[in-house]
C-alpha cells in the first residue's frame, strides 16, 4: 500500500510540473507597470499580442517557442507583457478585456495575432514580428530577439 501512494504521489507530483511553463515567466498585463519595471532594469519590453482560445497561430506559437526552455533564458533579458484577446469573456476580467482592447487599438491597429513588439521604457515601440507559420519554425522569432537584446 505504502508503494502505491509513493507511485501516486509522484506521478501527480510530475504531472503538475509539466503542466504549464507560463508559471515560470512573470508575465506583466499592464503596458504602464511594465514602463515603470523597464525604466528601473533598463530591459526592453516584449509585448506579446495573443488571442489564446481561438489563435491557432498562437496556441502553436505559446507551445512551440514560449514553452520552451531557450525562451525561459532569453525571457530575462526582457520585461515580458502578455495582452489577450479572447472570445470566452471567463479567461480575463472584463476590465482587463477593456484595458487589452484599449491597447490592441493603440499598438495593434491591424490586429494581427499572434503579434510581438519590443517597447522602449516610454512605450515606443521599437521592433515587431507578426504572425507564426504552421510550418513551426521559431528562428525568425528567436532571431527577432535576439536581435532586440
Given at each position: 500500500m505504502k508503494y502505491l501512494l509513493i507511485i501516486a504521489f509522484l506521478g501527480l507530483s510530475t504531472s503538475t510540473y509539466a503542466q504549464d511553463n507560463d508559471m515560470f515567466l512573470n508575465w506583466?498585463?499592464?503596458?504602464?507597470?511594465?514602463?515603470?519595471?523597464?525604466?528601473?532594469?533598463?530591459?526592453?519590453?516584449?509585448?506579446?499580442?495573443?488571442?489564446?482560445?481561438?489563435?491557432s497561430p498562437c496556441k502553436m506559437l505559446k507551445k512551440d517557442f514560449f514553452d520552451s526552455e531557450e525562451f525561459r533564458k532569453k525571457s530575462e533579458e526582457f520585461v515580458l507583457v502578455m495582452i489577450d484577446y479572447p472570445r470566452r469573456t471567463d479567461i480575463i476580467t472584463p476590465e482587463q478585456f477593456a484595458y487589452n482592447k484599449s491597447i490592441v487599438a493603440k499598438l495593434n491597429r491591424s490586429r494581427t495575432f499572434p503579434k510581438l513588439l519590443i517597447l522602449n521604457h516610454n512605450g515606443k515601440p521599437q521592433d515587431e514580428i507578426s504572425g507564426y507559420s504552421s510550418l513551426r519554425d521559431t528562428s525568425n522569432h528567436f532571431a527577432f530577439l535576439n536581435r532586440n537584446i
Open positions: 506583466l498585463t499592464n503596458v504602464e507597470e511594465a514602463q515603470k519595471v523597464s525604466k528601473k532594469t533598463n530591459k526592453p519590453i516584449l509585448l506579446y499580442f495573443t488571442g489564446s482560445d481561438w489563435c
